[in-house]
C-alpha cells in the first residue's frame, strides 16, 4: 500500500492557481486554529524559505504580530542540490493564541564534547589536580583523557553592579576586578578558591566551570540535528515533517494530557508522536490515503511505558522524573544538577533541570496505541425525485454540480481500477434526453463500447433509488455498462450495483470520487488517475461455530476475497483475501458507525515491530492470525450484524454487512 503511485500523489503540495490558492487555503485553517486553541496554546507552521515571509505575513494577520514567538530553522536534508546555494533546511512559524500566557517547557540537549555548546571547554583538569589546556588530539577524541579528568572552561568573574570591589589574593598574587566588581563578596571568594574554582591568566582572575557541572544546554531556534539518521530517513515523502522535529514542538508547548490537533494528517505522524507521549490528539484529511496510512501506523506501533506520578489520573497527571549517572558518571536521568556561582559561594544544594523527553521507562512493559477511532462527515443520502418540496431550493445546485462532474470527467477521462490499469474513456457528453442518467461516453479498452454515468449527490451518499432508476434507464437504452460515481454510498445501493446485472440486466461498477472535488478553485493539481477510482466490494464468509463453556453461540467470519473490476473484459473478476493491504472487522455493527474489533494485516509487514517487541508473549500463530483472512470466534451483538471493511491499494475503504440470523 505504501509503494502505490496514488499514494505518492496524495502528498504533493502542488496548487491550481499557485500562492493565492495556498495562502486562501492556509488562511482558513490559521481562522480555525485561533478559535480552537486555549488561551496557553501555540500553532506551528511548516513552510520552506520561499514563502516563509507570506507565511509571516499572514499569521501576523490573524493571531497579531504581539504574540510572535519564534522562527525555527531546522535541517531537512544533507544532500539537497541546487543551481546556487544548495537548501537544507525548512522553517516553524511559532505563534502563540496569548504570547503572555503560552505554555512553554524548556527543552535540553546533552552537552556531549566536541558538539554544540561545548567549544569554549578547551581545558582538563587531571585525577591530580594539574591542570592545562586540551590537546588537538585530545579535543578530536576525548577517550584519549586519563581516568579522572575533568574537562572545563574559565569564564568571566566579574559584572557591572556590586556586591565587592575588594583584593583577592590567589596563588601569591592579589587580583581586583579589572571592570566593574566581583560577582560575588569576600565569603564566596573564600568558598570558591576552597572549592578550587578559580584559576588566574594574564587577563586576571576567572571562574571555572566544569563540563559535568551542567551537561545539558538550552535548545535554541536552530535544529541542525533533525536530518541525522533514525529520524528523517524514515520519512516515505517529500513533505513529510520529521518525527524528531514534532516531537521538540508537542514537548515544547503542551503537557501530558493535552490536546494536540494536526489539521493536515499526512501519515500520522503528530498523532503518532502524541500518542507516544501521552497527550490527546486530533488529526484531519481530505484525502482517505493518509488516514489508511495513518491507521495501521497507529494499530502496529509500539511505545516505552513511561512511569506515571499518579496511575488514577494517567498521563495528565505527569510523568516521573528521576535523577541517574550511568557507569561512567554521566547524567541520563530526566533530573540534572545545575552548578552555579551563586550555589557554590551560598553553600547550596545546586538547582535541578527537568528533562521533559527523559521520563522514567518502565522495561518490562510494551505499550501500544490507546483506543481511537476514526470519523468522516458522511453526508445523508439524497433523492433528488424523493420526498415533494424536501431540496426544491437545492434543485439549481444539484444541476451546476452535475455540469461541474460532467467538465472534470471530460478533463480526467480516466478511471484508476489498480494494479496499473484503468479505462480511458472518449467522446464524454451529457446524454440528449434522459430522466436518470447524467453522461454518457464510450469505453476505448479494446472494442469501443457505449456506456453510462450517473453521478451522486455532491453533499450526499448515492441512494438505491438513484441507482436503480438509472439502471432502468441505461438498460432500455442498450447501454454496455452503468458507473456509478459518488462520494459516499448507502451499502443497499452498493448491493444493488454488485447484483445489477442479475437484477436489472445491466452490469454497473461503483466509482469512488476523490473528496478534492469538492474543493473547488482549491482544487489540488491532480493526474486523471487521481480523480477517479473503481472500487471492489469485499466476499465474507460468515460461520456459526459450535457452542462451548457457556452455551454462546459463537461466529467466525473469513475474508474469502476482492471482487475487482477488469476493464478490458467489462467484468469482476475475484481476487483472494489474502493479497488485501488490510481488513477490519466490527462483530456488532449498528448502521451508523464502524467499531473496529478486530484488525488484521494480510499483504504487509505491519505487525513486525509488534511482534518482535512481544516475542516473549506470543507465539508465531498469533501473528499468522493478524496476517491472515479469518477472523476469532465472536458472540453476536445486539443489533444482530456484522461489518468487514477493507482498505484497497489506493486507500479506499470498501464495507459489506452481514446479518448473523440467516448463518447455518
Known amino acids: 500500500m505504501t509503494r502505490e503511485p496514488e499514494m505518492v500523489k ?10 493565492h490558492s495556498y495562502l486562501t487555503y492556509l488562511r482558513d485553517r490559521l481562522l480555525l486554529a485561533h478559535d480552537l486553541l486555549s488561551s496557553s496554546g501555540s500553532v506551528f507552521v511548516q513552510i520552506s524559505d520561499e514563502n516563509l515571509h507570506h507565511v509571516r505575513e499572514l499569521m501576523d494577520e490573524v493571531f497579531g504580530a504581539e504574540n510572535f514567538c519564534s522562527v525555527i530553522a531546522f535541517a531537512k536534508t544533507t544532500g539537497a542540490t541546487s543551481e546556487l546555494l544548495s537548501t537544507t533546511t525548512d522553517f516553524l512559524v511559532w505563534y502563540a493564541r496569548d504570547r503572555e500566557h503560552v505554555k512553554y517547557n524548556q527543552l535540553y540537549l546533552d552537552k556531549s564534547f566536541g558538539g554544540e555548546g561545548t567549544s569554549a571547554y578547551n581545558k582538563v583538569q587531571l585525577a591530580d589536580g594539574t591542570r592545562r589546556p586540551l590537546s588537538r588530539e585530545e579535543r578530536d577524541n576525548p577517550s584519549l583523557l586519563p581516568a579522572g579528568s575533568r574537562i572545563y572552561r574559565i569564564d568571566n568573574l566579574t559584572s557591572q553592579r556590586p556586591p565587592g570591589d575588594f583584593p583577592v589574593p590567589f596563588n601569591g598574587e592579589v587580583y581586583r576586578p579589572r571592570r566593574g566588581y566581583w560577582k560575588t563578596g569576600e565569603d564566596g571568594m573564600r568558598k ?6 578559580l584559576e588566574a591568566t594574564d587577563g586576571g582572575l576567572y571562574y571555572v566551570r566544569y563540563l559535568i557541572d551542567f551537561p545539558v ?4 531556534n536552530t535544529w ?3 536530518s541525522i539518521a533514525g529520524f528523517a530517513s524514515d520519512k516515505l515523502y517529500v513533505v513529510e515533517t520529521s518525527t524528531k522535529v514534532v516531537q521538540r514542538c508537542i514537548l515544547m508547548t503542551t503537557n501530558p494530557g493535552d490536546l494536540v490537533l494536526d489539521p493536515t494528517c499526512g501519515s500520522g505522524t503528530t498523532a503518532y508522536v502524541a500518542e507516544q507521549w501521552g497527550r490527546g490528539w486530533i488529526t484531519v484529511d481530505t484525502s482517505r490515503v493518509p488516514l489508511a496510512l495513518a491507521r495501521q501506523r497507529l494499530l502496529t506501533a509500539t511505545f516505552p511505558y513511561y512511569q506515571l506520578k499518579d496511575e488514577v489520573r494517567g498521563p495528565a497527571g505527569g510523568f516521573t522524573f528521576v535523577r541517574r549517572q550511568n557507569s561512567r558518571g554521566e547524567e541520563v536521568g530526566g533530573i ?3 552548578v552555579t556561582l551563586k550555589s557554590i559561594t551560598n553553600d547550596e544544594q545546586p538547582e535541578e533541570e527537568v528533562v521533559v523527553d527523559r521520563p522514567e521507562v518502565t522495561n518490562d512493559i510494551t505499550r501500544v496505541s490507546g483506543p481511537f477511532c476514526v470519523e468522516a462527515t458522511i453526508p445523508t443520502p439524497v433523492d433528488y425525485e424523493g420526498a415533494a418540496g424536501s431540496l426544491n431550493d437545492g434543485a439549481d445546485d444539484h444541476g451546476s454540480f452535475i455540469d461541474r462532474m460532467l467538465e472534470v470527467l471530460r478533463k480526467s477521462p480516466v478511471l484508476q481500477v489498480g494494479g496499473n490499469k484503468k479505462v480511458t474513456l472518449k467522446n464524454v457528453r451529457a446524454p440528449a434526453k434522459t430522466l436518470a442518467l447524467s453522461a454518457e461516453a464510450m469505453v476505448a479498452n479494446g472494442a469501443d463500447k ?3 454515468f450517473v453521478f451522486g449527490p455532491e453533499n450526499g451518499a448515492v441512494s438505491e433509488k438513484v441507482v436503480h432508476d438509472a439502471a432502468f434507464e441505461a438498460h432500455g437504452k442498450g ?8 462520494f459516499a454510498i448507502q451499502p443497499n445501493a452498493r448491493n444493488l450495483i454488485d447484483n445489477c446485472e442479475a437484477v436489472m440486466n445491466i452490469p454497473a461498477t461503483y466509482v469512488q470520487a476523490t473528496p478534492d472535488l469538492m474543493m473547488g478553485d482549491l482544487l489540488k493539481t491532480m493526474r486523471s488517475s487521481q480523480i477517479f477510482s473503481v472500487c471492489g466490494l469485499p466476499e465474507v464468509k460468515l460461520r456459526k461455530m459450535k457452542a462451548k463453556g457457556n452455551g454462546a453461540t459463537q461466529y467466525q467470519a473469513e475474508l474469502t476475497g476482492l471482487d475487482v473490476f477488469d476493464p478490458i473484459e467489462m467484468h469482476v473478476h475475484h481476487d483472494p483475501g489474502d493479497n488485501v493491504p488490510a481488513w477490519f472487522l466490527d462483530t456488532d455493527y449498528n448502521g451508523l458507525c464502524f467499531h473496529v474489533s478486530q484488525a488484521f494485516f494480510p499483504r504487509t509487514s505491519a505487525w513486525d515491530s509488534l511482534k518482535k517487541a512481544l516475542r516473549g508473549t506470543y507465539d508465531d500463530a498469533v501473528w499468522d492470525h493478524l496476517a491472515g483472512t479469518t477472523s476469532a470466534p465472536f458472540e453476536a451483538g ?6 468487514v471493511k477493507v482498505i484497497d491499494d489506493r486507500g479506499n475503504e470498501l464495507m459489506v454487512v452481514k446479518g448473523l440470523e440467516d448463518v447455518r
Open 10 to 19: 496524495a502528498y504533493r503540495d502542488t496548487w491550481e492557481v499557485g500562492l
Open 192 to 197: 570558591l578558591i576552597a572549592a578550587k574554582r
Open 217 to 220: 544546554f538550552q535548545l535554541s
Open 224 to 226: 541542525d540535528d533533525t
Open 336 to 338: 540534572v544538577p545545575h
Open 450 to 452: 457505449s456506456v453510462a
Open 479 to 486: 447501454y454496455a455498462h452503468l458507473y456509478v460515481i459518488g
Open 638 to 643: 445486539e443489533h444482530g450484524q456484522i461489518a
